[in-house]
């Protein structure tokens, strides 16, 4: 049969589309315009389908689809000529443009070889690089591109040559000989480090090198000057992509140095090579979250490093990378450091009131105009002290976690340090910090906020997104709220949660904690907060902190959804929040020994508790967990405390009303002696809380005149100070103060009805509808 077939006449016949005239001329007969209007979009059409009528109507209809060409009855049909030309041709056409490639001139095919080994779009810088290399192509090369644009084949729009189709591209690569790619990836290889020099190292820079790691370690094996060449190249390349915060891309650079490495004593060869190589590979890895692969390659630099400075990164790294798991075993090898530098201070010898003593005299060490004088100081330029400096900021933040004064004693012994040697990046972290222990501790809000503000003025000296993701969430987050109204510190914590996950991992957790705490208590839309959170636990999860979701935004989001009345979906989050109890997780989070996440769990089962009032279960919450949860006058380090004791206090007076208890009368009484004072330094933020525990108070004394006087200032100053969802709090339990009181059930309902409608407005529709149930 076959044989049969074979014997056959056969005549091939080849077909050719039309003329772009002739194409036009159909187009403006089809949609009844005149040919001068419909001449541009014939040519974008001939041009991404060749003319052939089968193609054609399959790109009409794509156009169609996606509303490139729409028709209005008054306008007639109309067309976006720009988003068209922008729109890929088929994979059709392009194999059919794919196969003309080998009937091309040889000069014209060779000039495609050569743009096909940059990619599928080509900057007109490096056409022109290679235009005056006479050794690859010379300037001959754009006539003949000209020549491949008229086969449709690539394509010029503004300073970028683009293949029309990524099928041409591979195409003319693979067309290129076995046996010469290599030698043609190297000419261009070479071609563009010679221009790695030149005013505009960068760009090429990073061409050059892609060009090298496409040749691979194994073409240039026996030849250990260019295989070390090449690796400076990748180290040079990795660095400037982590400056950019591109770690994925530095990893892929470090990693190919590092392969081009040859030779048993590359180490003794070339020492400062591997020790870059190396040292950013275990900093690259542990920012995209590979911590198993960052200590591999840290150990490797600990064991060949010369001495102790050189060491120093990789340490802070591996220490890092413990504290995942175990805070204090990371607290323990950064005072080993520490000891090692020349810092020797054992904290089992540090007590409170040593703390008390020392922050009070660095207070006045800084006082006035004196804060000046560490702005006015040189940089600190002793690598000891630099890397004393550091060890010390990393420590802090282990500290804080834990809520252990520890945390402000740093922050002292940092500031003394930068007074006698010169100030440095981390000195504009330490008097963060340490603002947040004067106004924290010594409940002064004044030079708290003047203090952050010379944190500010320190930092735009150095001017590093790192010093974003340390110093706002403390700034804005801690010290501000006693002087800023909360609604505008959100952008800067957002700016540092979102710089936190590409400059400054280990500050990520710190940062989305006190913003997402934040945003709830100004009473940001709860649908947008909940967008938010999702985006923050994938981010969270592509550095593997899968502890800080689970045992914070897992619940947080379970919580956000009883609100709103949104079922867990099958997302990821969704999935963990419908697995997550808060005994378990509470427990999880005692394990850890990080007093943050155990706060955070609790404060957020506390602020769940009270919104469905289950009064009950929030008591609890306060009698069992009274050593982890702040009360007011504590003076421990905590970033949503003023929120947490604001619950205590309304919780507590609704107990102080049930059970009679004085315990639970002194506990409201606490709070509302707190947010007294805060009230005093912070109107805006503090007011409305403080008039509702106010109306509480007298709520629970019976005292009628009082009570209705602060809940109706309450709401008021909610109103006015823009907290959406402390009105609705307001209203509602001003519906159930009223509905105990016979003759005002008109106020009841008043109430009721306003605060269903608050909730409603805030996104908390399961909320509004159970407020509305009080009034049938």
């Not at 004044?446 to 952050?452: G, I, M, P, S």
Request: glycine share 4%.
């Amino acid at each position: 049969m076959i044989q049969s077939l074979e014997s056959l006449n056969v005549t091939a016949l080849h077909l050719r589309g039309v003329a772009v005239e002739s194409l036009n001329e159909t187009l403006s007969e089809a949609l009844c315009l005149p040919m001068r209007k419909t001449r541009l979009l014939s040519q974008i059409i001939y041009q991404k389908t060749q003319g052939y009528p089968l193609f054609v109507v399959e790109f009409l209809d794509v156009l169609l689809t996606e509303k490139l060409i729409t028709h209005d009855k008054d306008l007639g049909w109309k067309w976006d000529a720009g988003a068209i030309e922008l729109k890929e041709m088929s994979i059709n056409v392009a194999e059919l443009l794919s196969s003309k490639l080998q009937r091309l001139p040889q000069n014209v095919l060779y000039a495609l070889q050569v743009m096909s080994c940059f990619g599928s779009h080509v900057d007109s810088k490096i056409i022109n690089i290679v235009k005056n290399n006479s050794d690859i192509v010379g300037p001959m090369i754009i006539p003949a591109l000209q020549a491949a644009q008229n086969e449709g084949l690539v394509d010029f729009a503004g300073h970028t040559l683009t293949f029309t189709h990524n099928m041409i591209q591979q195409a003319a690569f693979d067309l290129i000989p076995s046996t010469t790619c290599a030698q043609l990836l190297l000419r261009l290889a070479c071609c563009f480090m010679n221009q790695c020099n030149s005013s505009e190292p960068k760009s090429t820079l990073f061409v050059a090198v892609d060009l090298i790691n496409r040749i691979g370690a194994e073409v240039v094996s026996n030849n250990a000057e260019q295989c070390f060449s090449f690796a400076s190249l990748n180290l040079d390349a990795g660095k400037k992509a982590m400056e950019i915060t591109d770690f994925a891309s530095a990893l892929k650079y470090f990693n190919s140095g590092i392969s081009f490495l040859r030779g048993r004593n590359h180490w003794d060869d070339r020492y400062e090579l591997c020790l870059g190589l190396f040292e950013n590979a275990a900093s690259a890895n542990y920012c995209e979250g590979k911590h198993k692969i960052a200590v591999t390659q840290a150990n490797i630099v600990l064991e060949n490093a010369r001495n102790f400075e050189d060491k120093f990164k990789s340490y802070c790294v591996f220490i890092n990378v413990i504290g995942i798991e175990s805070m204090n075993e990371a607290i323990e090898k950064l005072h080993s450091l520490l000891s090692y530098l020349g810092g020797s201070m054992d904290p089992k010898t540090i007590t409170s009131p040593m703390f008390d003593i020392e922050a009070r005299k660095v207070k006045e060490m800084l006082k006035g105009d004196n804060k000046l004088k560490i702005l006015y100081a040189c940089r600190m330029t002793d690598r000891k002290q630099l890397m004393k400096m550091k060890a010390m900021a990393i420590l802090t933040i282990y500290y804080s976690r834990q809520r252990s004064f520890m945390g402000g004693y740093l922050a002292c012994q940092m500031i003394r340090l930068s007074c006698e040697h010169g100030h440095c990046e981390d000195t504009a972290y330490a008097l963060s910090l340490f603002a947040f222990t004067v106004s924290n501790v010594q409940n002064d809000a004044v030079e708290a906020c003047a203090l952050v503000r010379s944190s500010l003025s320190l930092s735009k000296i150095y001017n590093t997104d790192d010093l974003i993701t340390r110093t706002y969430p403390i700034i804005f987050g801690l010290v501000l709220i006693l002087e800023e109204p909360l609604h505008s510190i959100l952008d800067p914590m957002l700016k540092a949660c979102r710089l936190s996950f590409v400059r400054n991992v280990e500050s990520a957790i710190w940062n989305t904690f006190i913003y997402v705490a934040r945003s709830f208590q100004c009473g940001k839309d709860l649908f947008l907060l909940m967008n938010e959170v999702n985006a923050f636990a994938q981010q969270h999860k592509l550095h593997d902190q899968m502890d800080f979701i689970e045992i914070h935004l897992a619940p947080f989001h379970k919580f956000l959804c009883s609100l709103t009345g949104t079922p867990l979906r099958s997302d990821f989050l969704s999935n963990l929040a419908s697995t997550c109890s808060y005994e378990t997780t509470i427990q999880r989070a005692k394990l850890k020994g990080d007093t943050l996440y155990k706060h955070g769990i609790l404060a957020t089962y506390l602020a769940e508790s009270f919104y469905h009032r289950n009064f009950y279960e929030a008591s609890q919450v306060i009698h069992n967990y009274s050593h982890c949860i702040p009360s007011a006058g504590q003076q421990n380090f905590g970033i949503a405390e003023f929120d947490s004791i604001f619950y205590i206090g309304l919780v507590s007076f609704h107990m102080a009303r049930e059970t009679h208890e004085q315990y639970w009368l002194d506990k409201g009484n606490a709070a509302l002696q707190s947010f007294e004072g805060w009230s005093k330094q912070c109107v805006w933020n503090f007011e409305n809380r403080y008039f509702l525990l106010k109306a509480e108070y007298h709520n629970t004394m019976k005292q009628t005149n009082a009570a209705v006087e602060a809940y109706d200032a309450s709401i008021e100053s909610a109103q006015r100070h823009r907290f959406i969802h402390l009105e609705a709090v307001a209203c509602e339990l001003a519906g159930h103060y009223f509905d105990s009181i016979p003759s005002a059930k008109k106020r009841t309902k008043e109430m009721v009805q306003k605060s269903s409608a608050l909730y409603l407005k805030w996104g908390a529709k399961e909320k509004a509808d159970e407020v509305a149930k009080l009034i049938g």
